[in-house]
């Protein structure tokens, strides 16, 4: 049985260096996912994770009670899980999209100055996930120099 999983949360801001953790948190996510049939996409915005998960059920349902307890994000809050027929995020183990403006008008549509995850319903989660679809994925840039040119984007 196939379900689609979809969480947010708060990066943890003790936490180390944004870069790296994103990195990290990529790394290990391809690896793991790519071996188990676990595809899906992570967005990062003004410090809140949102992410969707989509596998089969055991699988996914087991991963995210170990990312649930990973001490860089905490406050989650978990949407209804979904039985799905396919995999949407079907090209990527686990595809990265940075704050982009599309997702920044969505939530201006719902009232929002930008990306709120609290302010998501159920209902919401499908427009949000096409979104994502449909946004290019992108590379997490390492720290360029002294002046880190290459984390700007992220602020
Ligand atoms: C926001 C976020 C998203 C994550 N996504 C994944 C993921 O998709 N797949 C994965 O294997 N680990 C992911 N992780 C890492 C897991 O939380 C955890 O570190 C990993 O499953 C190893 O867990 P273990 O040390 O208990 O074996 C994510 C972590 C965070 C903070």
């Not at 860089?72 to 079907?90: A, L, V, Y």
């Not at 201006?108 to 995850?117: E, I």
């Amino acid at each position: 049985m196939l379900i689609r999983l979809c969480y947010a949360s708060t990066r943890n801001e003790l936490a180390n260096d944004l870069i790296e953790d994103l990195n990290a948190i990529l790394n290990t996510a391809r690896d793991f996912n790519g071996k188990n049939k676990i595809f899906g996409v992570l967005y990062y915005a003004n410090n809140h994770f949102f992410q969707c998960l989509e596998g089969e059920r055991s699988i996914v349902q087991s991963l995210f009670h170990s990312i649930k307890n990973d001490a860089r994000h905490n406050s989650i809050i978990e949407f209804e899980i979904m039985n799905i027929d396919k995999i949407s995020f079907k090209n990527w183990s686990m595809k990265y999209v940075q704050k982009c403006s599309k997702v920044d008008l969505f939530f201006n549509q719902l009232g929002y100055d930008s990306f709120t995850p609290a302010a998501l319903n159920n209902a919401h989660l499908n427009s949000l996930l096409n979104e994502l679809l449909k946004e290019k994925q992108t590379r997490v840039r390492k720290k360029v120099g002294l002046n880190q040119r290459g984390i700007s984007s992220f602020l």
